[in-house]
């Protein structure tokens, strides 16, 4: 079946500007995760979902920073007022979260460039 | 969750078994051992996880010691789509736990 989509695959903002990125999770899966990679650093975790609660957002770097699940599938990550430090890949990842089955699956990422 | 050691990088070469080694003594009795590459470009692609016995699929092979305070991940036959950071991750295992990438570890597949 489908993996994990992220639109759009590259994005280039203009320093101030407000940015949205669409994450698609694998059908059914409940948990959805999003992550952020600086250039030749691991991802940091972000914030995460369980259908649409926002259940954790201890990762999200700033207030510019919001994401939402309204109806439980598909994420979208804003940034507002963008800032050259946020720069980066930014993942998503979602998991079944079917009892012993938590493995969680990447897509291939949004990359920002604020310039 | 606990912290985990890698070496930063190493070198296979093709067709040779590359094996990757991770410690984490601070590792406690519930938590998971996981392992993530990442090919350049790409997001992070699961391979592998264990608790305490060895594991084995399609990808790799996993070995933990007996005291769970190492592991080693085991490519058996190394290619050159191999080449990728490795990342050994050790977590609980719930629905709604993040993982916490550390380095990694950049292998290099050699022809």
């Known amino acids: 079946g489908a993996g994990v989509s992220q639109s759009p695959r590259y994005k280039v903002a203009k320093r101030g500007q407000d940015v949205a990125l669409r994450c698609d999770p694998i059908?059914?899966?409940?948990?959805l995760f999003w992550y952020q990679q600086a250039l030749g650093q691991g991802p940091e975790f972000l914030t995460y979902?369980?259908?649409?609660?926002?259940?954790?957002k201890s990762g999200l770097p700033s207030d510019r920073f919001f994401a939402e699940r309204p109806e439980g599938s598909v994420s979208t990550l804003k940034i507002q007022r963008t800032q050259q430090e946020d720069s980066a890949v930014y993942l998503c990842?979602?998991?079944?979260?079917?009892?012993?089955?938590?493995?969680?699956?990447f897509g291939p990422g949004t990359r920002l460039t604020v310039l | 969750d606990a912290k985990t050691t890698q070496p930063t990088s190493m070198d296979c070469a093709e067709g040779r078994a590359a094996n990757l080694p991770c410690n984490h003594s601070?590792?406690?009795?519930?938590?998971?051992v996981y392992w993530y590459r990442q090919i350049h470009s790409q997001g992070p692609q699961y391979i592998i996880h264990g608790l305490k016995n060895n594991e084995t699929n399609e990808m790799a092979s996993l070995i933990i010691t007996e005291d769970r305070k190492s592991s080693t991940l085991i490519l058996p036959h190394a290619t050159l789509r191999d080449t990728a950071v490795y990342y050994c991750i050790v977590r609980h295992k719930a629905a709604g736990n993040k993982l916490t990438f550390g380095g990694g570890t950049r292998v290099l597949v050699k022809p």
């Open positions: 059908s059914g899966h409940v948990s």
């Open positions: 990842a979602s998991s079944s979260a079917l009892a012993g089955t938590d493995t969680q699956y």
């Open positions: 979902f369980q259908n649409e609660a926002q259940l954790d």
């Open positions: 601070t590792i406690s009795g519930n938590e998971y």
